[in-house]
């Protein structure tokens, strides 16, 4: 292997990372405060993508990409929110919650992929990439779009972890998901802060929407695998922190990058649920889960 | 006189359980109340369903004037009532700090913040030291410290501590006491549920025993009780003159 084989599965193992790391960070934030699992995630990339699409691409309102983008992360704060409304809310005080959310979430989630599918088509899409052109770095090329999410997603998690840890909102977040009780006692709202995290976790889905649609083609089922990356992630990295699944997220991507290069992307998938696994078997609270007594 | 908390034939319980059958008390402007009695007759469901996490099946709650039976704990918190509840575990994963502060979440207790604040840490000297801390790695008579230290931080008009000297050890207890003690001495009216009744007798002004769900005796803190008389309240029929 030449050190330019090495950089190369090293650069699409960030991509890949910072892809998952935007995905899983959305799924971990909703399964940490409302402890459920929104199966509808892989639908908020999807819709994500053609949100942006329909707004910025000339065979849609044609209005560029920076609308599209602007539009579709502020549609998906809505519809991530409406989410929250109809699939979760009117179950909360029931006990078997978390069983009445997979059924509703994936029911939204072929309902929309459906409705995609009427109003958009079958046909394959591409939306424009962030960044034209292709740049090279350490003597290996890479496109100018991919390097965009290299260095966008970190700062985007960065935000996202600012917000959590600095601002009162944040901090009441964090509240609901180790205690809900007493953070009902200490006055925070929260049925408020459901819907909050729903729309964080819709928007952050949409902009992986976004990034995924300017390098593969877009189709009403593009979320559904990495949704499950994400799910792999996020029991991976230990679903009761936000920090565990993104660290995680990187080792996935990287590991997947390696395996791409050496077995084959058939086998890939089979690979990177072997070391969930066993990762797993050793560690029942995930890799970077339950480091306290 | 004034009346600042009135129940009134307040009925609740769990799902189908009802645990609180009728209960009915008040409590005047300024005065402290101490609710005792034997464990699982109440207690506790009766504070959750003052402080609106449980619902009320019947009857009211009436708190600073306005009907709260019923109402969302957030609206409650909001009118001035804190509930601290038994052996509440807080945000293990934040700091001592990060966890006052969020008791300062209602609008009502923003204002008053930074005061609330200074008297938590006047009361607790030692959460001044665990200021940057993880609440996980205190000691339970600390952690209970927090508790009340939120409670505190909401800037309450009446605070509810729920058996707050549960499962510690003497020495700690007795620190907790005093502490409450001090709460008490601060002007922040309290009703306390508590087992140890001579602690209730040098810190409220009224106790109630609270037995198989309801309201069974009200008597004043003045007037001295025997050992023996709280024995036969907890084990005999209730019915003692």
Avoid at chain 1, 120 to 149: C, D, T, V, W, Y
Avoid at chain 2, 207 to 218: K, P, Q, W
Wanted: aromatic residues 8%; neutral net charge.
């Amino acid at each position: 292997m030449t050190a330019e084989t090495v950089l190369y599965i090293l650069v699409s193992g960030v991509v890949l990372g910072s892809l998952y790391a935007l995905m899983a960070v959305g799924l971990a934030l909703v399964w940490t405060t409302l402890g459920i699992f929104n199966f509808a995630h892989g639908m908020f990339i999807t819709l994500g993508a053609y949100f942006a699409w329909t707004v910025a691409d000339g065979n849609g309102l044609g209005w560029g990409l920076a609308a599209g983008i602007a539009f579709s992360v502020a549609a998906l704060a809505a519809l991530g929110c409406l989410a929250e409304a109809v699939l979760v809310r009117p179950f909360l005080k029931r006990d078997n919650l978390v069983l009445v959310a997979v059924i509703t979430t994936l029911a939204a989630a072929t309902f929309l992929e459906n409705a995609t599918l009427l109003s958009r088509g079958g046909r394959s899409k591409q939306l424009a990439p962030l960044a034209e052109g292709n740049i090279s770095m350490f003597g290996i090329g890479l496109s100018a779009h991919e390097a965009a999410i290299v260095v966008i997603a970190p700062l985007i998690l960065y935000s996202v972890w600012l917000f959590l840890q600095r601002t009162r909102t944040g901090s009441a977040l964090r509240a609901i998901a180790q205690n809900q009780e007493a953070a009902l006692l200490a006055g925070i709202p929260v049925a408020r802060l459901y819907a909050l995290s729903f729309a964080l976790a819709a928007s952050l889905a949409g902009l992986v929407g976004i990034f995924l649609g300017g390098i593969k083609f877009m189709s009403p089922s593009m979320g559904t695998d990495p949704m499950v990356k994400a799910l792999v992630v996020v029991i991976f990295g230990g679903i009761a922190s936000i920090s565990g699944p993104i660290r995680a997220a990187y080792v996935i991507g990287l590991l997947e990058a390696v395996c791409i290069y050496s077995i084959g992307i058939y086998w890939t998938q089979a690979a990177l649920f072997v070391v969930m696994i066993a990762v797993l078997m050793i560690r029942p609270t995930g890799l970077f889960g339950g480091q306290r007594a | 006189m004034q009346k600042l908390l009135e129940v009134d034939k307040l009925a609740s319980g769990y799902g189908r359980i009802q645990i609180v059958r009728d209960i009915s008390f008040s409590l005047a402007t300024g005065e402290c109340l101490g609710l005792f009695g034997p464990n699982g007759h109440g207690k506790s469901t009766l504070l959750k369903a003052i402080s609106g996490l449980l619902p009320c099946w019947s009857g009211s709650i009436r708190f600073a004037g306005q009907t709260i039976s019923n109402a969302s704990p957030r609206k409650i918190v909001e009118a001035g009532l804190i509930l601290v509840p038994q052996g509440n575990q807080l945000f293990p994963e934040m700091t001592v700090g990060e966890t006052l502060r969020l008791g300062a979440f209602a609008n009502a207790a923003r204002a008053e913040e930074a005061s609330n604040l200074e008297r938590a840490y006047s009361i607790f000297p030692r959460l001044k030291e665990r200021d940057r801390q993880q609440v996980w790695s205190l000691s339970g008579g600390e952690r209970q410290m927090v508790a009340i230290g939120v409670g505190l931080m909401g800037n309450p008009k009446l605070l509810i501590l729920d058996e707050p000297t549960l499962g510690l050890a003497p020495r700690i207890k007795d620190e907790l006491c005093d502490a409450i003690g001090a709460v008490s001495k601060h002007g922040v009216p309290l009703v306390v549920v508590e087992q140890d009744v001579e602690f209730l007798l040098g810190l409220v002004d009224r106790l109630i025993l609270i037995d198989h769900g309801s309201a069974v005796r009200e008597f004043s803190a003045a007037n001295s009780i025997g050992h023996d008389e709280i024995m036969d309240m907890y084990f005999g029929d209730g019915k003692v003159a």
